[in-house]
């Protein structure tokens, strides 16, 4: 009878390949959870998609808080001589000139601006109430770089 000796010396390249992609596939699945740990207990609301996340939501926010006024608070006092509410100013700053029940800016959004323009591809109406074009610009950090914008159309009923 022969006799068999210990095992094998090291584990064979099927073995070791196995273990790798054992080891990729955990971390590829574990990724997702790591970052939504890690998103959940961030503070401050400090990382460039987070501040991102925040604005673009408070832009729509926003959106739907001037969708929700009449045409009269958008119109040119100039041109647009109909009765009603005071019009907003071509550019307002928020949050300083903000209204109130208007949209809080979240923490890590500085400052917004509402600016209020003549849409020029509709051409001039008549008695001067046309098309207006409002939009939303919201800043982080660096008071040059918007960080989300919106825009909507607002015509007169």
């Not at 926003?62 to 009603?84: H, K, T, W």
């Not at 005071?86 to 307002?92: E, H, K, M, Q, S």
């Not at 509709?122 to 207006?132: D, E, H, M, Q, S």
């Amino acid at each position: 009878m022969r006799q068999v000796r210990g095992g094998a010396a090291g584990g064979s390249l099927v073995e070791v390949l196995v273990s790798v992609q054992l080891v990729a596939l955990v971390t590829v699945m574990a990724w997702p959870v790591h970052r939504l740990v890690t998103s959940a207990t961030e503070t401050g609301g400090g990382s460039p998609s987070s501040l991102r996340v925040r604005a673009v939501r408070y832009v729509q926010a926003e959106l739907e808080y001037l969708r929700s006024l009449g045409y009269l608070r958008f119109r040119d006092p100039v041109r647009c001589a109909a009765d009603g509410p005071v019009p907003f100013p071509a550019v307002r700053v928020l949050p300083q000139e903000a209204e109130p029940g208007e949209p809080e800016l979240p923490p890590p959004v500085q400052r917004a601006e509402v600016r209020i323009a003549d849409e020029p591809a509709a051409g001039a109406a008549p008695g001067g109430c046309g098309l207006r074009r409002v939009s939303v610009v919201a800043y982080g950090r660096d008071p040059e770089r918007p960080v989300a914008r919106g825009e909507l159309l607002r015509a007169p009923r």
